[in-house]
């Protein structure tokens, strides 16, 4: 492992946060750990905050130049990342579409939809959302039933999906169809890109336990799509799919750790001016311990992706560190929401609407969100199966 940044990376990194001092929005500054992606208004801020980020060349950092991006390191990325948490400032809003779709298209999408999408990703003209999870396929995703018929040029399509973020404000969504149901439940599967305003397509919010609803169902009749939006072969969606998934872990492996940070220095912040019985919270040496564990248990994380990076940029397959990033990281997410409300007490309760709420009640919406970190981009139970039975080889049952 090498700690050491070069010159031009530390170059790089100045540069970064001189930009991100003078064009961060001051409403969108402190968001970054608990910003809410369901609330259109939100939506609009974050998309405009995209594209002034892509102006300045700061999207899509990792595409190759040829594609609108920077071709920039992985090293720069993280950086990028860092600064970013620094500065307090909210992700590019079109998430899937830069880490996922876009990496995607580039590998198995055909030229035309590269030229169409690739764009207008990095823009944030259109906005994507995951189209994967259903009813009775979220941990078996192999097991989705939505169904694509092929009608003419186009794939008609019926079924439904849930869970997907953003599915209300989004443009366009990638999709996992059943094409063969006679096939091995693998082999049967098709990877589309559905444009979300077409007829037959109903979205309908879920409302979170955060009160917000960034989620939805999503049910299709009827939908009809051309088929020229197949990413891939028809019926090798499952071999697409394992590579929008492991674009999606890579990364945030190296960066999960960042959220993190950024959230636990408000929390110290938060201890050393709270006062209960005269005196700060801080200073109450059972509260002290409990954050100088968070504290190491950032670090930990921090130190295990540099551990990843630096095996990716060896040329060395990744290891396990993607699946024990992701378990550690949602344990630590929840100790860490847990902990800043006992560090606030009974105003760990306000939302955002109480002028008395500390930093604007993300603290009682971070609380809540957390409680869905074990669940999403792959649960703690089915990660603890992977590490069980494929790292350390334990028997099955
Ligand atoms: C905030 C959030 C955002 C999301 N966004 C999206 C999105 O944009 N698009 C999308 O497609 N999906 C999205 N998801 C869905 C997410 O990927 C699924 O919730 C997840 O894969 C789990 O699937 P499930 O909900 O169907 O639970 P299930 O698979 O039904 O699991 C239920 C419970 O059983 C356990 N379990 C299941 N199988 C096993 C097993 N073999 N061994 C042991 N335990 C098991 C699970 O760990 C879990 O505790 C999102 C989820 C969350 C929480």
Known sequence: MDFDFSPAQQQFR??????LALNVPVDLRGR??????????????LREWQRTLYKAGYVGMDWPA????????????????EEMSRAEAPQ????????????TIMKHGTAAQRARFLDRILTAEDIWCQGFS??????????????????GDHYVVNGQKVWTSMGHVADWGFFLVRTDPAAPKHKGITFLLVDMKSPGITVRPLRQITGEAEFNETFLENVRVPAANVVGEVNAGWNVTVT???????LLTMIRHISLRTALERLVALAKRTERHGRAVGSDPVMRQKLAELLIAERCLQLNGYRSLTRVLRGVPPGPEGSTAK?????VDQDLAEIATQVIGPYSQLTGESALAPDDGQWQFYALLARGSGIRAGTSEILRNILGERVLGLPKD
């Open 14 to 19: 100045k540069e970064v946060r001189s930009w």
């Open 32 to 45: 970054g750990f608990a910003a809410s992606r369901g609330d259109r208004e939100a939506v609009v801020r």
């Open 66 to 81: 040829e594609y609108g991006g920077r071709g920039a390191s992985l090293v720069e990325q993280v950086i990028f990342y």
């Open 92 to 103: 590019p809003l079109n998430r899937s579409g830069l880490s996922m779709l876009g990496p």
């Open 134 to 151: 259903e009813p009775n396929a979220g941990s078996d995703l192999a097991n989705v039933q939505t169904r694509a018929v092929l009608d």
């Open 244 to 250: 929008t998934l492991a674009y999606e872990r890579d």
């Open 327 to 331: 378990l550690f990281w949602s344990q």
